[in-house]
């Protein structure tokens, strides 16, 4: 056998060792190119590099063994349209975020609108077992508030010292320092209701429910002084903003807990990704409607003493939230991919 006709064998067969991986890759470096990723499956876009390194090693395989022109340039062509497609230039960064804003955010949410749903409702049933608890006896105060989150403030205050506390800090700046620690500890709880989602939802349900307890509480030793609205007024203000992002943590928490343990037909491993995806987004924006919280926190609650206007400024704010997540016009095909 002659040197070329060897050559063009060895060709031949390298080819069609490989001719598949090679289709597969070009299949979807097309589908990209003609804007249709969304139609590819978490899989078919998670195996796209893996393919891509393997056309690489061909590559470098077809070039050392010096096999056929044609060849090696098909694979060049091949991985610089690959390279392009995992590894070139990304829209720029105001439309990334504008996509987020604008569909993919929004969406995830109206996603998640029965585990929402759930989560204020456990929230709910916290508050109203811990207020007839407290309630009933007092002394149920200090086994559901930790002593940092109390701070100073039971049933054995006086509507005095807990009035002071909502309007001028106790004198001691007070106010300031529990404002912080109950902001910290409420951005703990969402990212916590979140992280523990995998155990099968349950631990984020119990959170969900001791958050409420907290706020159970409170309510029921301010009311038992007269202070029930003034407290109110003085929480919603941020809290609209702040509880409402907890819901949404606890409701992706949820998500990737009935993915986990109700995969449904899919596996579980894909059911479980495609949970993610959904949950990471809601989580990207509940970090934002913390940060929008410790604003309102810090400026808006601490300056502002009429309760009229702070219910105003929280309630505002819960209905721009809902109209935003689920009122809005969104265009799916806005969503960033």
Known sequence: MSRGASGHFASARFREARAIDWAELEQRVI???????NTLSDEDLLELPVLYRTALSS???ARETSLDADLVGYLEALCARAYFVLYGVQPPLRRRIAAFVGASWPLALRSLWRETLI?????LLGAIAAYYLVASDPAWYHSIIPGDLAGGRGPQSSAEELRKTLYDGGGDNMLGAFATYLFTHNAQVALMCFALGFAFGVPTLLLLVYQGAVLGAF???FASKGLGLPLAAWLTIHGTTEMFAIAIAGAAGLRIGMAVAFPGKQARTAATREAGRTATFAMIGVVLMLAVAGLLEGVGRQVIQSDV?????GGIALVL???YFYAMPVRAADVDD
């Open 31 to 37: 589908q990209i190119e003609r804007g249709r990723a």
């Open 119 to 123: 989560a204020v409702l456990m929230m």
């Open 309 to 313: 206007i702070r219910v105003a400024i």
């Open 321 to 323: 939230w809902l109209s």
């Open 219 to 221: 309510f029921s030793v």
């Open 59 to 61: 590559l470098s395989v």
